[in-house]
Structures are given as C-alpha cells and as structure tokens.
C-alpha cells in the first residue's frame, strides 16, 4: 500500500472512530423537562438510566423561572447554590459526560430544589469486560470526583442542546444508523484499496 493510501486509511478509521464514541442524548424529565411545575420525579427518572461517558444530558426549560447550576453533593442534599461548580441559565443546556462519577444539578431559584428540582446523573466506572467504545478511559487523568478544584470549563462540558423531539427519551438511533454507515463505507474504500 503506498503512503497516501495509508494515510487516507488512517483518516478514515479515526473518522469512524468518531462516530462510534458518539453517547446518548437524555433529556432530563423527558417530555416534562426541568421544571419544579407538577410532579417531576428526578431521582426515578435518573436511575431509570444507565449513563456512560460521552453521553449528553439535555436540560429546557423556561429561563425567566429555572436555571441549572451543578453542585456538590453536600449542597445538593442542602439544596445549597451559594458554592457551584458552574451555573447556566440558557433555557436548553447540555452537559456532556467526560468521566464516571456522580453529578449533581438543582435549581437554585428560592423553593424550587426543595419541590425537588434536583437531579443526580450517576455514571458508572466502565466494567473490564465492558465493550462500549463511548466508556473507554481518557488519556488524561481524571481529576477527583466532586472535588472542589476540580476544573469545569464551559467550552469543554457544555454545549448547544440538539434539542431531541419532544418525548424523546435519547436520540441515539440516529447516531447508531450514522456509525454504521460510516464503518460500512470505510469497509468499501479499504476493499477497493486492496
């Protein structure tokens, strides 16, 4: 094989790569959305999932009266937002999953956390015997789980939602059909290089 057909090979693996490691979109509440409104059942609707790394977690809802902000879990059992790791006040966030561990979200406008608009979003560490490619450790290390210093940037956690239909559990079908499609035609392009 000559070297441009190595490399346009290469190319094409980590593209698929990309594809592959794509997770799954949740929104919280499901077609409720993040709302202290009604009876919105948060801790049932997050163990009802099973999260893993690069997984993305949708919040909407009405700016003028919610807002996310992600805390400790001190403060999370204390419905307690004067200390946050980050606060976003968008109306349709996204948290993208980036290590296993626990994280916890409230609302901090007066009452709203204590009528139980709290989530915990808890993401298993990956099994050994694990084969999801979305669950494969980072080749950086991870800082401490919580930790008051750990580093939380907006650009790196958080991005635009892609604001799944409404009643859309997670949109990973679609994502699913992409990857395929993608190993398909890498498979077709190194048959024909062969």
Same mark, same amino acid.
């Given at each position: 094989?000559t070297?441009?057909?190595? &490399?346009?090979?290469? %190319?094409?693996?980590?593209l698929?790569?990309?594809? %592959?490691?794509?997770?799954e979109?949740?929104?919280?509440?499901?077609?409720t959305?993040?709302?202290?409104?009604?009876?919105?059942d948060?801790?049932?609707?997050s163990?009802s999932?099973?999260?893993?790394?690069?997984?993305s977690?949708v919040?909407?809802y009405?700016k003028q009266?919610?807002?996310?902000? +992600?805390?400790?879990?001190?403060n999370?059992?204390?419905?307690? &937002?004067t200390?946050?790791y980050?606060?976003? =006040?968008?109306?349709?966030?996204?948290?993208?999953i +980036? +290590?296993?561990?626990?994280?916890?979200?409230?609302?901090?406008?007066?009452g709203?956390?204590? =009528?139980?608009?709290? %989530?915990?979003? +808890?993401?298993?560490?990956?099994t050994k015997?694990?084969?999801s490619?979305?669950?494969?450790?980072s080749?950086?290390p991870?800082p401490?789980?919580?930790?008051?210093?750990?580093p939380?940037?907006p650009?790196?956690?958080?991005a635009?939602?892609p604001s799944p239909? &409404?009643?859309?559990?997670?949109s990973?079908?679609s994502?699913?059909?992409f990857?395929?499609?993608?190993?398909l035609s890498?498979?077709?392009?190194v048959?024909?290089m062969v």
């Amino acid at each position: 094989m000559t070297l441009p057909k190595k &490399a346009m090979l290469l %190319v094409l693996m980590a593209l698929v790569f990309c594809g %592959v490691t794509k997770g799954e979109v949740y929104k919280v509440g499901d077609s409720t959305g993040w709302t202290d409104i009604g009876h919105s059942d948060y801790k049932s609707w997050s163990a009802s999932k099973n999260f893993r790394v690069g997984d993305s977690i949708v919040f909407e809802y009405n700016k003028q009266f919610h807002n996310v902000v +992600r805390v400790t879990h001190k403060n999370f059992n204390a419905c307690n &937002a004067t200390t946050t790791y980050s606060t976003f =006040n968008t109306g349709n966030d996204t948290f993208v999953i +980036r +290590r296993p561990g626990h994280f916890y979200f409230i609302c901090s406008f007066p009452g709203h956390c204590q =009528n139980g608009q709290k %989530v915990d979003i +808890r993401v298993p560490k990956p099994t050994k015997s694990s084969s999801s490619p979305s669950s494969s450790p980072s080749s950086s290390p991870s800082p401490k789980p919580n930790s008051p210093l750990e580093p939380v940037t907006p650009s790196a956690t958080w991005a635009p939602s892609p604001s799944p239909a &409404a009643g859309d559990k997670k949109s990973g079908s679609s994502e699913l059909f992409f990857s395929f499609k993608l190993w398909l035609s890498m498979l077709l392009i190194v048959a024909s290089m062969v």
